[in-house]
């Protein structure tokens, strides 16, 4: 097998090298312009470990009409993933051995990317009953991820008992945090804009209040605690405070509370309509800093497809939910690199290495040297690009970005030392 | 002006021309026949999500009187899990040549979403939207407090208004507190802390836990239909308490000035809100409010469909 050289590349931003790889791993770096194998130009890119995603809806199986496991592969792929984590509920829900494994191979034989099943914390995601997590984790997939994401374990002793069964496993459980009776039937942020336009209200105490406690329950067990999409200010506020008790304890925020705010629900557009809910600006400012400061560990897309219907229609019988793999850099790169809040190590590290050690990846997440595997996502900081739902990869267009225009472009992307995107298409 | 989404997105100037309109319609329903040929050949939809009988026929009459063509569409439960979606209704309309859908609905914002989702091209007329926004209520109010209080002319500077009840689930308090305030007048919201919105104090009003307190110093005061129902999401401990604490009754009517009147959006809840006593007494006008929903809707269809042209010639 001949050498791949991506020729002129900057890695983190830094200067520029060939990195050479050879059996799905690094295994030289040289002067720019020396190295020999089959060239890959990218001569004034930057080059990051593949982006892992914490939080990805591929909805197979069940829903293949919204998305499959090979659109959402593709979806990430282009943009820069190389792994991510498929939540728990499709249909039937991954709370088995059986299903897990099924994703997990699937995703293998397709081999965009490492699919990562995440395992539902209840059967059938019904809050009720402890799945049967032991098989999971046993499984050939693994499974290191817990989570009832969509809706919230919100029994308190089974959130403790959850949180003290997966360590046994190394496992994390994965709070899809939302006090349900706060939340009945809510539409949007509650503040002052629901008020007015005659929306029922998702305060933010909802997610704070459960953030609050299942630190203090992790903290109580000894266990590890990974919140979900975290939305508001004050949800920052109780994780920091939590960390700085030595709580062990993570965190990952969206790309769409990095950018978006609440007022978009004025156009009563469904596409503005996802959960947790957009929030104040106070809020965007306040995660934006939480993730520069470390004290919010990853961006994860909670990338929801759902299929056309879902979205045309009056705001209350929408989907809940927006696409956000392939928008996912880029907004990242708007709301993070270009104000100065992260360098690009900065990116490696909230994109890749940390979002890998939360689900315990060890074949992601690796740092860009001689011996690392060969996951790598190449990445053009200079280009823009303007979104067009239909041109996505994946099954659904519900972007909330239509005609948006970022900065990044995902040029190329490697997946175990193979081209996966080549030239921004799946290669 | 091509929809009537929000009682918000009226201006002064609009508010008053409709008003005017509609004391010019209201002339035309004394006569012996209470016909005008304006609309002949548009057709009038009423597209209505939730049962509202009031509100329909008070539409209804309202087209017919302008000789519009009127369909009643009465379409029940919603697009994804119940039904034909809102999106293929407005679809079949527009196929039938709707030049004006009025629409109720269950969902707040739907009335705007049928207005700019390009299903349709008709005019958009919101009936009443969730718990978000019911304009023609405002207006039949506005004209109503107008006529009372200020002669029937120009607008309502310096009328204080007190709302009481329900505001959190209320679309009529919310097209009030909005058009009254682009028509000059005060408004006090009365309510339990748990039947008023977050971010209240944002409002362009006043706000009150103490109907006792406000009564004295109004000039209309609007009683809010408050639904039994909400005692079981805790709002209140019982249809007595609230009654005891927030209803209007003779007694209590003593507080407020006597030129003042007591106005009420229905259905009423008598017993609960407002006492027989008060519903049925000389300072209550609302079976003057029923009328003159009709000239209002009137004005307004007459002024969406095209009238607003003859009408200044």
């Known amino acids: 097998m001949t050498a791949i050289v991506i020729q002129g590349v900057r890695p983190y931003g830094e200067d520029a090298v060939d990195l050479v790889i050879n059996d799905g ?11 020999v194998g089959t060239i890959i130009e990218a001569d004034g890119l930057i080059a990051l470990p593949g982006f892992v995603d914490l939080h990805t809806h591929l909805r197979e199986p069940g829903r293949e009409d919204a998305e499959t496991i090979e659109t959402g592969s593709q979806a990430a792929a282009l943009g820069g993933f190389t792994c991510v984590h498929a939540m728990a509920n499709t249909d039937p ?15 293998r034989e397709i081999g965009l990317i490492d699919v990562r099943p995440v395992g539902a914390v209840t059967v059938r995601l019904e809050g009720t009953q402890l799945s049967e997590i032991g098989a999971m984790a046993n ?15 919100h029994d308190a002793l089974l959130m403790r008992r959850a949180l003290e069964y997966v360590k046994a ?7 899809h945090a939302q006090e349900p009776r706060l939340t009945e039937n809510a539409q949007m942020n509650e503040g002052e804009l629901s008020g007015k336009l005659g929306m029922v209200g998702w305060p933010a105490v909802a997610e704070e209040a459960i953030i609050a ?7 109580h067990v000894g266990s590890r605690l990974h919140a979900c999409h975290v939305s508001t200010a004050g949800s920052v506020e109780v994780i920091r405070w939590a960390k700085s008790r030595g709580v062990n304890v993570t965190a990952e925020v969206t790309p769409h509370h990095l950018l978006l705010t609440e007022d978009l629900v004025a156009t009563y557009d469904p596409v503005f309509k996802v959960n947790p809910p957009l929030r104040s ?5 306040a995660l934006r800093q939480a993730l520069a400061d470390g004290t919010i560990d990853a961006v994860a897309t909670d990338h929801a497809p759902h299929p056309h219907e879902h979205k045309d229609c009056e705001w209350g019988s929408a989907a809940m939910g927006m696409l956000g793999l392939q928008t996912a850099f880029s907004v990242v790169m708007e709301t993070m690199v270009e104000p100065g809040l992260l360098d690009w190590r900065g990116v490696a590290d909230r994109m890749s290495v940390r979002p890998a050690r939360i689900g315990a990846v060890a074949t992601q997440g690796h740092a860009l040297e001689v011996g690392a595997l060969a996951n790598i996502v190449v990445v053009d900081p200079d280009a823009r690009w303007t979104v067009v739902p239909e041109q996505l990869a994946s099954k659904s267009s519900n972007t909330p970005y239509a005609a948006r225009e970022f900065p990044g472009v995902v040029v190329h992307t490697f997946f175990e030392g193979r081209p996966t995107v080549l030239g921004g298409k799946i290669a | 002006m091509r929809h009537l989404l929000s009682a918000g997105e009226l201006d002064r100037d609009t508010a008053l021309l409709i008003l005017d309109t509609a004391a010019e319609m209201s002339a035309l329903s004394e006569r012996s026949v209470k016909k005008l040929p304006t609309l002949r050949g548009r057709t009038v939809v009423n597209l209505f999500f939730e049962d509202s009988t009031r509100t329909r026929i008070s ?5 017919k009187r302008l000789s519009a063509d009127v369909i009643n569409f009465a379409a029940k439960g919603s697009s994804v899990s119940k039904g034909e979606s809102l999106k293929d209704t407005a679809l079949t309309l527009e196929a039938m040549g709707a030049d004006a859908v009025v629409i109720r609905h269950w969902d707040s914002g739907a009335p705007y979403r049928l207005a700019h989702a390009n299903w349709i091209g008709g005019s958009v007329i919101n009936a009443g939207d969730g718990t978000h926004e019911h304009p023609t209520q405002a207006l039949l109010d506005a004209y109503t407090m107008r006529k009372h209080l200020r002669g029937g002319q120009g607008a309502l500077e310096g009328v204080r208004v007190g709302i009481v009840g329900d505001v959190l689930h209320s679309r009529v308090a919310r097209s009030n507190v909005l058009l009254l305030q682009t028509l000059g007048a005060e408004v006090t919201l009365v309510a339990p802390p748990t039947l008023l919105p977050i971010g209240i104090e944002e409002w362009p009003c006043e706000v009150s836990y103490h109907i006792d307190e406000v009564l004295p110093k109004v000039d209309a005061i609007m009683m809010l239909r408050v639904q039994s129902e909400r005692m079981k999401d805790a709002y209140f401990p019982t249809a007595r308490e609230y009654s005891r604490l927030y209803g209007l009754g003779g007694e209590r009517m003593k507080l407020l000035p006597e030129h003042a009147i007591v106005m009420h959006p229905g259905p009423m809840n008598r017993g609960m809100e407002i006492s027989a006593e008060v519903a049925d007494s000389a300072q209550a006008v609302m079976v003057e409010q029923v009328a003159n929903g009709v000239s209002v809707r009137m004005a ?14």
């Open chain 1, 139 to 153: 499984s050939a997939a693994g499974v290191t991820v817990f989570s009832d994401d969509g809706k919230c374990v």
């Open chain 1, 169 to 175: 496993f190394g496992g994390v459980v994965a709070q």
């Open chain 2, 300 to 313: 307004v269809l007459y002024l969406l469909l095209g009238g607003a042209k003859e009408l200044s010639e």
């Open chain 1, 25 to 35: 791993v690094i295994t030289e770096i040289l002067a720019p312009g020396t190295g």
């Open chain 1, 281 to 285: 600006t106070a809020d965007v400012l």
């Open chain 1, 93 to 107: 829900v991954a709370d088995t051995a059986g299903v897990v494994e099924q994703v997990w191979r699937i995703g």
């Open chain 1, 213 to 219: 406690r299942d630190v203090l329950l992790a903290e």
């Open chain 2, 59 to 63: 539409f209804e009459l309202a087209a």
